[in-house]
């Protein structure tokens, strides 16, 4: 595809372009990341970003300070909601007219070939953000015990290295990602923050709370809820699995709401328990209303990078159980709104969540929200980011 002939923003001091392959109608976190990053540049004329990512089809979109190139991918088998970013003469093209000032790389595949390109072509720094935990992601499970297992998470770890070498700087989320990277030998790691839409996701929206119960048929007992992708990384299976212990002390009703390839087993694990399954929400409103609306968010995923969905519950004021593991477990503890278990408990993640139901809520709600107000709001996390780049480039 030919880019407009137009220059973006051609008086702004400053461009990034990001390329990411993890975008998608319903893939969550980098999507939000990346559509507020959008928003950001909007309100700073002297910003300008172009944002590449896969699509159905070919298409440009343009808003103030930003252009979107949607360039025609393949599905990613058994995760439809992604898709495969193969264009890379388009990509090519595309970084050579636009001329940036640095590019931002949130996808592993693509990182490299950007890199090498960018330093032979156009001259400019290369980031790479840390969004997925790749060594963790690359055998779940116990398969990563035995032998085979054990050297491929050695070849992914010597990729990491790799990557960290041909990018200028790499950008973790947490300081688990940060960690991560380090014991993969990567090294020029910048810690940033991602953020909230503290507007959107607020305790206000409590009041919505008897209105989302009963479009859910819940009448009573405390409602408890987990929202993301249903795959064996996320360890949905440990919330089924200790759910019953939880319904029987408490009377409440957990909603799972998302979709991915393990939901047939899942859905299969909580046949007559009161667990209700819920599509991916793409209506940002109505997911706020239903992470206010709960009594408990649980987080039973060990190697997040960052946690998004955890931040918004916690930016509702809604109390979180994450196990103590991974970027989540950052959020809770540093919240103190909410409380930790041992990973891959169920029967611990049970007393845990219990315990947390019949304690008072209002303590840790208000410390949540506090936190997330003061370290994670969208403005100052987007506004702390582009003085990294800055960083990067004087370097």
């Known amino acids: 595809m030919i880019p407009p002939p137009q220059r973006l923003r051609p008086d702004a001091p400053f461009g990034v372009l990001d390329v990411s392959e993890y975008f998608g109608a319903s893939s969550g976190g980098v999507r939000t990341y990346l559509l507020q990053k959008r928003r950001f540049v909007a309100d700073h004329p002297g910003l ?94 116990r398969a990563r015990e035995r032998t085979i297992g054990r050297a491929v998470v050695r070849g992914v770890e010597r990729y990491v290295r790799h990557i960290g070498r041909v990018v200028d700087a790499t950008l973790a989320a947490s300081d688990f990602s940060a960690r991560e990277l380090a014991r993969c030998g990567v090294d020029r790691v910048h ?15 409590r009041a919505a709370r008897e209105a989302v119960r009963k479009a859910l048929g819940v009448a009573d007992g405390p409602l408890v809820g987990f929202v993301g992708r249903f795959a064996e990384e996320k360890h949905v299976a440990d919330l089924v699995a200790a759910w019953p212990a939880i319904e029987r002390a408490t009377g409440g009703t957990l909603v799972l709401a998302g979709h991915g390839p393990a939901e047939p087993h899942l859905r299969a694990a909580a046949a007559g328990r009161r667990i209700r399954f819920l599509p991916f929400e793409r209506d940002r409103d109505a997911l706020a209303n239903l992470l206010a609306a709960l009594d408990l968010y649980l987080s039973p995923a060990p190697y997040e990078t960052f946690g998004l969905a955890v931040c918004e519950a916690l930016a509702c004021g809604t109390p979180v159980l994450s196990v103590d593991h991974g970027a ?45 107000e003061r370290e994670h709001a969208w403005p100052a996390a987007l506004g702390r980011l582009f003085a990294t780049y800055r960083q990067v480039m004087a370097a």
């Open 48 to 141: 300008r970003q172009v944002l590449v990512t896969p699509g159905a089809h070919d298409a440009v979109h343009d808003e103030p300070g930003s252009r979107w190139y949607q360039l025609r991918g393949p599905a990613i088998p058994f995760q439809p909601s992604y898709r495969f970013l193969l264009a890379t003469r388009s990509v090519r093209r595309i970084i050579d007219r636009e001329r940036p000032d640095l590019i931002e790389v949130g996808s592993s595949y693509f990182a490299p070939w950007v890199g090498h390109h960018a330093r032979r072509h156009v001259e400019v720094p290369v980031v790479w953000f840390y969004h997925a935990n790749l060594p963790r992601l690359a055998l779940p499970g």
């Open 191 to 205: 810690r940033v923050t991602l953020g909230v839409d503290t507007a959107r996701f607020h305790p206000v929206r």
């Open 328 to 372: 989540a477990a950052e959020l809770v503890r540093h919240s103190g709104g909410g409380a930790l278990a041992p990973v891959a408990d169920p029967a611990a993640l049970a007393r845990a969540a219990i315990a947390v139901l019949d304690a008072p809520r209002g303590p840790l709600s208000d410390r949540a929200r506090a936190y997330v």
